[in-house]
């Protein structure tokens, strides 16, 4: 079974910092480019990061650059992992972050909620 489970949303406070985990099973892990899109209520869904796992090239969002980081493991017969490293996160951060991979298909996991207060 194709799946993207995501965890490590919380509540923090402005200035602080979270990681964002997907543990990614069931399809082949190098044909995916895999990141982090997120919603905030009322707003349209907005590309946060992405790495193209078979040779770790990555994308940010403008308002991401500098503040975020991704990374991926691969690991053998085990489930693999992207990380979201969320430093300086800000009020307009808050969203619900959904874990996302495209290539051969199109997969979404169910989201974690980041909610940073002022």
């Known amino acids: 079974e194709r799946q993207l489970v995501e965890s490590g949303g919380d509540l923090v406070q402005a200035g602080g910092s979270l990681r964002l985990s997907c543990v990614v099973s069931?399809?082949?892990?190098?044909?995916?480019?895999i990141g982090w899109f997120r919603q905030a209520p009322g707003k349209a869904r907005e590309g946060v990061s992405y790495i193209k796992t078979s040779d770790g090239s990555t994308y940010y969002g403008d308002s991401m650059k500098g503040r975020f980081t991704i990374s991926s493991i691969s690991r053998v017969n085990a489930k693999n992992t992207v990380y979201l490293q969320m430093n300086n996160l800000r009020p307009e951060d808050t969203a619900v972050y959904f874990c996302?991979?495209?290539?051969?298909?199109?997969?979404w996991g169910k989201g974690t909620q980041v909610t940073v207060s002022s």
């Open positions: 996302h991979a495209w290539g051969p298909g199109d997969y």
């Open positions: 069931g399809f082949q892990f190098d044909d995916y480019a």
